[in-house]
C-alpha cells in the first residue's frame, strides 16, 4: 500500500522568507514522488518530482524538494516566498509498479506582504 | 499549445437529472483520468483508460460512467446526481509509456452544483 502524509493544514509565510511545506510519505518499494500547485477553482499544476538520482530536485516557479530516504520525506521548498505562491499545495506518491498516484490532503499556503 | 480541456468549467444541475462532462487533450496521451475533488480535498481517483482499456476503483459508485471514443476525448456521465455529488471534477492525462513515473496533467476542472 502507498501513503502520503502532509502534517500542516496551513502554512504562513512572510513574502521574501524561505518556506517549507512538508510530506511524508510510505511505500513497499522504491518511491516516486510529486508536488503540484493548485490555485483556486483551477485544476493541479505539476511543479516537480522525484524519480531517482539527485536528492534535490528543481521544478517550477523557483520550487525545489527534497527527497529524504531515512525520513521517508519529501519537503518542497523555496528560498524566497513571493504572495503569488499563496496556493494549495498537493504531494502525491506511487509505488514501483502501481499506475494510481496517492494525494495527501493538501496543505494550504498564504504568503503575506 | 498542448494541454487538457475541460467543458464546462460549471455545471449546474437538477437532483436526479443526467449530466455529462467533457475533456479533451492535445498531449495525444495513452492514459486519461477522472477525478472527484470536494472542498480543498485531496482529489479522489474516481476511474481511468489506459487506451480502450476502462480501470474503476472498486470505491467509485455505480452512478458514475466513463466514456472514451477516441484517444483525444473522455466523458463522466453521472446518471442521477446526488446533492453529495456536488463537487469539482478534475481530468488529468499521462502518456502511459512508465505508469509509476509518468506525469499526470490536470485540467483546469469542471465545478458541478447540484440543486
Known amino acids: 500500500a502507498q501513503s502520503v502524509a502532509q502534517p500542516e493544514d496551513q502554512v504562513n509565510v512572510a513574502e521574501g522568507n524561505p518556506l517549507t511545506v512538508k510530506c511524508t510519505y510510505s511505500v513497499s518499494g522504491n518511491p516516486y514522488l510529486f508536488w503540484y500547485v493548485q490555485y483556486p477553482n483551477r485544476g493541479l499544476q505539476f511543479l516537480l518530482k522525484?524519480?531517482?538520482?539527485?536528492?534535490l530536485v528543481k521544478g517550477s516557479y523557483g520550487f525545489e524538494a527534497e527527497f529524504n530516504k531515512s525520513q521517508t520525506s519529501f519537503h518542497l521548498k523555496k528560498p524566497s516566498a513571493l504572495v503569488s505562491d499563496s496556493a494549495l499545495y498537493f504531494c502525491?506518491?506511487?509505488?514501483?509498479?502501481?499506475?494510481?498516484?496517492?494525494f495527501g490532503k493538501g496543505t494550504m499556503l498564504l504568503v503575506s506582504p | 499549445d498542448a494541454m487538457v480541456i475541460q467543458n464546462p468549467r460549471y455545471q449546474v444541475t437538477q437532483f436526479g437529472k443526467p449530466v455529462t462532462l467533457s475533456c479533451s487533450q492535445t498531449l495525444n496521451h495513452n492514459v486519461m483520468y477522472w477525478y472527484q475533488q470536494k472542498s480543498s480535498q485531496a482529489p479522489k481517483l474516481l476511474f481511468h483508460y489506459y487506451d480502450k482499456d476502462f480501470n474503476n476503483e472498486a470505491d467509485t459508485p455505480d452512478n458514475f460512467q466513463s466514456r472514451r471514443p477516441n484517444t483525444s476525448f473522455c466523458f463522466l456521465d453521472i446518471r442521477s446526481p446526488g446533492l453529495g455529488d456536488a463537487a469539482m471534477y478534475l481530468c488529468a492525462t499521462s502518456d502511459g509509456l512508465a505508469q509509476d513515473t509518468d506525469t499526470q496533467y490536470f485540467g483546469p476542472g469542471t465545478r458541478l452544483t447540484v440543486l
Open positions: 502525491a506518491v506511487r509505488d514501483k509498479g502501481y499506475s494510481t498516484l496517492t
Open positions: 522525484y524519480i531517482t538520482g539527485d536528492n
